[in-house]
């Protein structure tokens, strides 16, 4: 199936680390701006200039990271399935391609009970089954999964940009009147109570899974030049059409200008990530991370520290938000991200231990 070289070594990713670590710490940046603005996590009743000269502007910049985060998600499965195969043909067996479906399927339901978890312990009952991030992407591992299992890396690459061509003509054919759960999950809702729709968003896990196989499968240098060259490309289009940063609607912040957004705007997420890790691939880091440091921290922590910050984040600002002092947002950040680097600290410490399950996001020692 590929001419992937057996991992030899604990070496990691470390660009995919440094990209993962970045994300989630956008993530607490943008959310909690969101939470300490918005009404009702929804809303923002009257705009002050400040609030749209400055605070919307830097919302837009760090939302170049966390969309990354179904990106790394994507990476993380193409080194995981390596696991799976024969390291003589490096192909799946019936039976390991069974086994390898099977612990896809296990991880799916486990990181989406998370996320209906963290959905009531956040927003409560009535909230519980919003479809969200951690839904989205364990659907998407079962989905990639399969399809490399039974075809190649490129048909998972394929399968994203169909679904990142087909999704504005499926919103049009479905429409948003009907109500049914399946249609939350495959093309979200209007009313920004359903999130991460799986059209268009299972093409960036998809771009993400297919530029760790390339990282796996060609040299170095031609690794560097298509992710540079595909990256800039990407996110030159989008400029040039306007739709480079996220639209966002004063109205409605989780709606339809955040989640059903043109495919240019969707490529433009894709050349962030391809562009950061070419640009991180002139760097040896011959060394290895430094394991409390916050770059391991948070990204082997990334789905903790997703977890904690949402419930943690948002009830503090609710708490607090009707004071209207900034200090208290800067505070609420603070500890977030001190909170943040102590469940990293955890993850990489119970890892050692082999509390915590193994991290797939080695790779092989390669040349070139």
């Known amino acids: 199936m590929?001419?992937?070289?057996?991992?030899?070594?604990?070496?990691?990713?470390?660009?995919?680390?440094?990209?993962?670590?970045?994300?989630?710490?956008?993530?607490?940046l943008a959310h909690t701006l969101v939470w300490w603005y918005s009404a009702e996590d929804q809303y923002v009743v009257e705009p002050s200039l400040f609030f749209s000269q400055k605070v919307v502007p830097l919302i837009q910049s760090i939302g170049l990271f966390p969309l990354m985060i179904p990106m790394a998600a994507g990476a993380s499965l193409r080194f995981y399935a390596g696991k799976f195969w024969d390291p003589k043909t490096f192909c799946f067996s019936q039976k390991q391609k069974c086994f390898f479906v099977l612990?896809?399927?296990?991880?799916?339901?486990?990181?989406?009970?998370?996320?209906?978890?963290?959905?009531?312990?956040?927003?409560?009952?009535?909230?519980?089954?919003?479809?969200?991030?951690?839904?989205?992407?364990?659907?998407?591992?079962?989905?990639?999964?399969?399809?490399f299992s039974w075809t190649r890396a490129e048909g998972v690459l394929i399968a994203g940009g169909l679904v990142l061509s087909s999704a504005s003509f499926l919103r049009d054919w479905i429409g948003p009147d009907n109500p049914a759960y399946w249609k939350f999950i495959l093309i979200g809702d209007w009313g920004g109570d359903h999130f991460w729709p799986f059209f268009p968003w299972f093409s960036i896990f998809a771009a993400g899974f297919y530029t760790a196989h390339l990282y796996l499968t060609v040299k170095h240098g031609t690794f560097k030049k298509i992710c540079l060259l595909t990256g800039i490309a990407f996110m030159t289009a989008a400029a040039m059409t306007g739709l480079f940063f996220l639209k966002i609607d004063f109205t409605n912040w989780w709606g339809p200008a955040l989640f059903h957004p043109p495919a240019v705007h969707v490529l433009s997420r894709i050349g962030a990530f391809m562009t950061l890790v070419g640009i991180l691939a002139f760097f040896p880091f011959n060394k290895p991370l430094s394991p409390y440091?916050?770059?391991?921290?948070?990204?082997?922590?990334?789905?903790?520290?997703?977890?904690?910050?949402?419930?943690?984040?948002?009830?503090?600002?609710?708490?607090?938000?009707?004071?209207?002092?900034?200090?208290?947002?800067?505070?609420?950040?603070?500890?977030?991200?001190?909170?943040?680097?102590?469940?990293?600290?955890?993850?990489?410490?119970?890892?050692h231990k082999n509390v915590v399950g193994a991290d797939p996001c080695v790779r092989p020692i390669r040349q070139g």
């Open 293 to 351: 440091g916050f770059i391991n921290t948070f990204s082997r922590g990334i789905l903790f520290i997703y977890l904690i910050h949402t419930i943690v984040g948002y009830h503090a600002c609710r708490m607090l938000q009707h004071t209207g002092h900034a200090g208290f947002l800067i505070m609420i950040i603070f500890l977030e991200a001190a909170l943040a680097y102590g469940i990293g600290a955890s993850v990489v410490y119970f890892r």
């Open 2 to 28: 590929t001419n992937e070289c057996p991992a030899q070594s604990r070496n990691r990713w470390v660009s995919l680390d440094i990209a993962k670590a970045l994300s989630i710490f956008c993530v607490i």
């Open 103 to 147: 612990s896809l399927a296990q991880k799916a339901f486990l990181i989406a009970f998370l996320g209906y978890a963290m959905n009531f312990l956040t927003w409560g009952i009535d909230s519980m089954f919003a479809w969200d991030v951690l839904q989205f992407i364990g659907f998407s591992l079962l989905v990639a999964g399969i399809i």
